[in-house]
C-alpha cells in the first residue's frame, strides 16, 4: 500500500464514520453500553471532530506529505501502541500517524474502549484486506520496534522500565487551563463551556482550572454551564458530584454551583470529575510563570486556543507537543521520550 492508498482508506472510512450504516450505529451502541462514560452524545462528538478534521482529504494529504514517509514504506517497524480511554477514540491519533507513516502496529487497547477502533479496523479492511498485515490487536505487546504509551504518571514509569531498551514515546497525566478577564460574551461563555464539559472533563484538553481577575462575577459563568445540565443525569458523574459536594460540606469548604458543576479555589490544576477549580489573579503574567508546562496541555483563552476550540485538535496538533509522526519517520532505534496525556481524577467506579 503506497501513501495515497493508504490516505484512500483512510477517506473512505471516514465516509462510513459520517453515514448512518446500521453496522456502524450498532458498534456506537454497543460502546455506550460498554461503558457509561461514552454517552451517544460524546460518542459522535468525537467521530465528527475526526472524520472533519483528521480524514479530510486535503488536511489528511498535506498533513502527511510534510513528513519523510516515502511513497512506500521499505522498511517498516512494528509499533506497539498503549492506548488511553479517557474518551471515545482518543488513542486514533497515535494509530492514524502508525498507518499514514507505513509502519505496523500492534495495538493494546483501553478496556474503557475497546470496541470503536477495531470495528474501523475491521471496515478498512474491507476496503484492503493488506490492512490487516498493518494493524494487530493484543493483549500484551511484546517483540515490537518502538512503543508510544499513554497513560497515568504511575504507569508511565512502568512504560519507562521496560520499553527503555527501544524508542518510545511515554505521556503522563496532563490537563488543561482557562484564562478569563471578565469581558467575555455570553457566546463566549457558552463556547468555554464545551471545553470544560465535554467528555464530562475526562479528556487532557478538558479544562480542569481557570485562572480569573480579583473581584470575578462568576454568575454569567455558572449560567452558562447550564448548557451542560444533562451531565448530571449520568450516574456515574453524579455519584463524583455527591461525593465532591458532601467532601465540601463536611469540610465546610467554599464552594458555588449551579447543581451539575461546582467550583473551588484551590492552587491545583488537576480537579476532580464535576469540579473546576479556580484562582485569581493580578496581572495575566503572573499565571504563566506559575504554571508547570509540563502538566499542561492547552491554554484556552486570552491570546491563546479560541474558547470552544479545545476538544477541536487538528492533526498538527499532537499530544504534549511531541511530534508523532516526526518520531515515527526518524526511527532509528535511539531511545526517544516525551511527557502526557492525562486523565481527570475520579472517585467513585
Known sequence: MNLQHRIQILIE???????SDPEWIHVKKRASEQNAWFIPEFIDYAIQNITDHYLNDEKLSSWANQYQTGDSNGDPKNIGIVMAGNIPLVGYHDFLCAFVSGHKQTIKLSSKDE????????????????????????????????YIATGSNNSARYFEYYFKKYPHLIRKNRTSVGILDGRESEKDLELFADDVNLYFGLGCRNVSKIFVPKGYDFLPLLNAFRKYDFLIENH????????????????????????????????????PISQLHFEYYTEPSEINTGLNMQEVQCIVGMNHIPFGMAQVPELRDYADGVDTMKFLSGLNGSSHQGPGIGSRQMTGS
Do not use: Q, W
Not at 472510512?13 to 453515514?19: F, L
Not at 479496523?121 to 515490537?144: Q, R, T, W, Y
Open 236 to 271: 456515574k458523574y453524579k455519584h463524583n458530584y455527591d461525593y465532591n459536594l458532601a467532601i465540601h460540606i463536611i469540610n465546610r469548604t467554599y464552594y458555588m454551583t449551579n447543581g451539575s458543576i461546582l467550583l473551588v479555589e484551590s492552587p491545583s490544576i488537576f480537579s
Open 115 to 146: 470496541v470503536l477502533l477495531p470495528a474501523l479496523v475491521e471496515k478498512m479492511a474491507s476496503i484492503d484486506a493488506k490492512v490487516n498485515e498493518f494493524v494487530h490487536f493484543a493483549p500484551n505487546l511484546k517483540g515490537c520496534d518502538a
Open 13 to 19: 472510512t471516514g465516509k462510513y464514520m459520517r453515514g
